[in-house]
């Protein structure tokens, strides 16, 4: 009798082994493939209404991941490339009620990685900055490295970069930009404050 339970309990203690070795493995899996999908302007209600509750942070997306030196232009085209056209631009705040040039951004691209964890990228300072700005919820903290490292090999490795064209403010510099990326080149030239921003933003 004391010999069958003790085979039993080793018999348990195999399968609660195995069991937990698939489950780490599992986890591993997803956390070093993350999955990314990128939110497109029908996305954006669904996406904002989705993560309301989210405590945003950029803990743990700072960490060099070899790309936070590579100018934004740059970035932006190769996820152009890897993602298609950004969540939004200037050009979609600029429609909104009580739109602030203060606040005025290049790019923002939205994504959910693996279905579940929201993350938020855009420019710094449009195509005078370097790097981009990165924002993912408090929650998944430890897994924002990885996440990064991910992001900016998809980045490199994809087979670009894609030309691209948007408008940029710049609050320091009280202009307008338009910036592309066009026939291998990356230019950025002063204009006018595109059409529907009025002047007294």
Do not use: C
């Amino acid at each position: 009798m004391h010999k069958s339970s003790n085979m039993k309990k080793r018999f348990y203690s195999i399968v609660v082994t195995i069991v937990l070795v698939f489950t780490s493995l599992n986890a591993y899996a997803q956390f070093e493939e993350p999955v990314f999908k990128k939110m497109g302007e029908a996305d954006r209600a669904w996406f904002m209404n989705k993560f309301k509750n989210v405590k945003w942070t950029g803990q743990g997306l700072y960490g060099d991941a070899g790309i936070d030196g590579v100018q934004t232009s740059e970035l932006r085209a190769r996820m152009e490339a890897a993602f298609g056209a950004p969540t939004q631009t200037i050009e979609d705040l600029i429609k909104k009620k009580n739109f602030r040039l203060a606040e005025a951004i290049q790019f923002e691209y939205w994504f959910t990685v693996d279905d579940s964890i929201p993350l938020m990228i855009l420019d710094v300072d449009g195509p005078f900055g370097h790097g981009l700005v990165y924002g993912g919820a408090s929650r998944y903290i430890d897994l924002m490295p990885q996440i990064k490292r991910t992001f900016a090999k998809k980045l490199m490795e994809e087979n670009g970069p894609a030309e691209f064209q948007d408008y940029y403010y710049s609050p320091e510099r009280k202009k307008w930009f338009d910036v592309r990326y066009e026939n291998g080149r990356y230019e950025y030239k002063e204009i006018k404050a595109p059409k529907g921003v009025a002047s007294g933003y």
